[in-house]
């Protein structure tokens, strides 16, 4: 997988699904494992949808510098971002974990006020037969499941 560093380099969906497809073809070929996780990043009510969409890129560009640079990871849209990642489910979901905890640290302010960031996660690993498709809808319905799992410190 590539390394991008630059904010210009984050990427969309079209881009992750296009990379799904590869690491899909390359884990099968050489029996790697591969997880692919979406985060919903969530402000307060009173947030507007710009404000808000500032959040998610600022949390995935965050997220970038965290992982490993072979990981990548892709903007969605929707206050959602992914990531495609060498691992197993278990090593997923404690990626999602040690993920979730340095962004929740992070302090995430716009003009001058803090935004009370709530995010929530969904992992899904590659198995035989299983679709670059397959493992992002699986992923999606895992999100969805799971709803708002996760918030800011100080918040109930």
Known sequence: MSQ????????????????????VARAQR???PLACLLFRVTAGADVDDATAQRLTHAASLLT???VRGSDVVALLGYGRFGVLAN?????????AEALSRELLSFE?????????????????????GKTPLGL?????????E?????QAQGQS
């Open 87 to 95: 691992t197993t489910q278990d090593g997923a979901l404690a990626l």
């Open 146 to 150: 799971r709803g708002a799992v996760r």
């Open 108 to 128: 995430f302010t716009h003009q001058g006020r803090h935004l009370d960031l709530e995010l929530s996660y969904g992992a899904s690993q590659l198995d035989d």
């Open 64 to 66: 970038r510098h965290l």
């Open 30 to 32: 050489h029996r790697l």
């Open 4 to 23: 991008f560093t630059a904010a210009a380099d984050l990427r969309g969906g079209d881009f992750l699904f296009e990379r799904l497809r590869e690491e």
């Open 136 to 144: 992002l809808e699986e992923a999606r319905a895992a999100l969805d």
